[in-house]
């Protein structure tokens, strides 16, 4: 199993967040899974500049590290993608990736593999990040298996932290069995099918000037 993890921190792996990840990317490892990690504090990914090009063509134009991450993704079986809270949602690091990923979505690209997300925070909120996060992952056609996240005690260390960490490490596990096994979660259905049929009535109705995204969804025979 081919395991990708993104970290938005831009403490890297050395924050909070990272700290929290490390067990989740254990739990991977336990269960035989391969772990590919991508810190974006070092890579480079600049924000969209809406230019429609991904659309278009397919490739995003913009000559970054972003590119190296498309890749990786959709090679994977399953992904995890991490972030601190920062003012109630993700960070700026994370958002800039989460946007050039626009033409994935429109296409529903990562169909078939398995997310996990994971989020700190200073001081609480963690589950209206978590609710975002797992949203993105849906978003790009994949399963979302759960999530993990908690409010730091301070730096690198967490209230009730035996418990955290087992729930973190049980998550990896459970990510790499889902990919395994081709888990189905029905109780996430209802929302992918009302996406996929909003961005396929986008696609279509944007035909003339996203010839790329048009032309996939027709090979796929759902337009």
Known sequence: MRIVAICGSPH??????????????????EEGGDVELF???????????????????????????????????????AFIIASPNYIFSVTAQLKAFM?????????????????????????????EVLDYLRRFVGSLGAYCV?????????????????????????LGRELCRSAKEKREFPEQEGARLAFAARMRGLVSHMREFWPYEYEYWQRLGKL
């Not at 990923?101 to 996990?116: D, M, N, Q």
């Not at 759960?146 to 049980?170: I, M, Y």
């Open 12 to 29: 890297g792996l050395r924050g909070n967040t990272g700290r929290l990840l490390d067990e989740v990317t254990a739990g991977v490892r």
């Open 146 to 170: 759960g999530g993990v996240g908690s409010p730091a005690a301070g730096p690198r260390t967490f209230p009730d932290e035996e418990a955290l960490f087992a729930r973190a490490r049980e």
């Open 39 to 77: 810190t974006l504090s070092g890579v480079t990914v600049k924000p969209c500049v809406g230019c429609d090009t991904c659309h278009i063509r397919g490739e995003c134009p913009i000559n970054d590290d972003f590119t190296d991450l498309r890749k990786a993704l959709l090679a994977s079986d």
């Open 99 to 127: 946007d050039r990923c626009c033409g994935l979505i429109h296409c529903l690209a990562l169909e078939g593999k398995y997310g996990a997300v994971v989020e700190t925070s200073g001081g609480g909120g963690d589950d």
